[in-house]
């Protein structure tokens, strides 16, 4: 009995929660009450929402625009509309995530001629969807199987083309054939329709005809009967009355105008031609 044990502890040890209990409660820091979700939730990962050189705002803006709907509008505008934060702040946010990768943004020529600004959200920078990986898209439905194809529809007649077809007077083409409705209901047209008549019209004003003018020229002495198809009517009319080319006037001396690169407007989202950054012109002229 008065043998002396040297494999018993000299004195008692304590638990230590953290090697024992990996689960117990923590003596300090944050403590998570959390609920499983089973609906209305998005996933994101932590290499986001713990990012060590992303700011707070940068990191709760690509949080909200992975949340939303494809479509969803997030332009500086828009989410200066939506946040209690101003369009510069957002604006440099933005430029945040781009720099990390987790947004793209590019600009892409409609075939209206018209610059726009595409986004797109990545939720792991550097990952590429391949084609055989699935898409965030929901599945289009199936259409009824019918024996009997769908009938084609009929292509529109041709239209004159113009010599140079510049995104502003393109545009101005557009302007023209959707404000014809206001003429006669019976003029409405598609987008599809507008996009094909547009270098028509174009071809009109390229010829030193006003958009007053076209309007007229293309709304006078219509049929009382139903416009079964109004875009072939206005193809027909914009070949057929296309006036002949102005006189020739020499060029007058004068420097050409530098050709800026495009900037993305820190106050509307909208592509501008300046040689920095910046705001453009409707920005600026509404802040003084």
Not at 103 to 109: D, G, H, I, K
Not at 161 to 169: D, E, W
Not at 197 to 222: K, Q, S, Y
Not at 238 to 251: D, E, K, Y
Request: proline share 12%.
């Amino acid at each position: 009995m008065d043998t002396e044990n040297t494999s018993a502890p000299s004195r008692s040890q304590s638990r230590v929660s953290g090697e024992n209990h990996p689960h117990a409660r923590p003596q300090a820091g944050v403590v998570h009450d959390n609920a499983r979700h089973t609906e209305n939730f998005t996933v994101i990962g932590n290499d986001l929402i713990q990012h060590r050189e992303l700011s707070g705002l940068a990191i709760g803006l690509a949080c909200y625009i992975q949340s939303v709907r494809q479509g969803t509008a997030v332009d500086i505008k828009t989410l200066a509309d939506r946040f209690p934060e101003g369009p510069t702040r957002i604006a440099a946010a933005l430029r945040e995530l781009e720099t990390h990768g987790y947004l793209r943004r590019t600009r892409e020529r409609t075939p209206t001629g018209r610059i726009v600004t595409r986004t797109v959200s990545c939720n792991r920078p550097g990952h590429r969807r391949t084609p055989s990986e699935p898409s965030d898209r929901r599945p289009a439905r199936r259409a009824a199987a019918t024996d009997e194809p769908p009938p084609r529809k009929k292509r529109l007649p041709a239209v004159p083309q113009p010599s140079c077809a510049s995104p502003a007077l393109l545009q101005t083409a557009v302007d023209v054939l959707a404000g014809l409705r206001r003429r006669d209901p019976r003029l409405l047209l598609s987008a599809t329709d507008a996009e094909h008549l547009a270098p028509g019209v174009a071809a009109w004003l390229e010829r030193d005809v006003t958009a007053t003018a076209v309007r007229h020229a293309l709304t006078e002495n219509l049929p009382n009967e139903p416009l079964i198809r109004p875009a072939a009517f206005l193809a027909h009319r914009l070949a057929a009355q296309l006036p002949p080319p102005p006189p020739f006037r020499p060029p007058t001396p004068s420097a050409p105008e530098p050709r800026h690169p495009f900037q993305t407007c820190d106050g509307c989202d909208r592509p501008f031609r300046a040689p920095t950054p910046g705001r453009c012109r409707d920005c600026r002229s509404d802040r003084l």
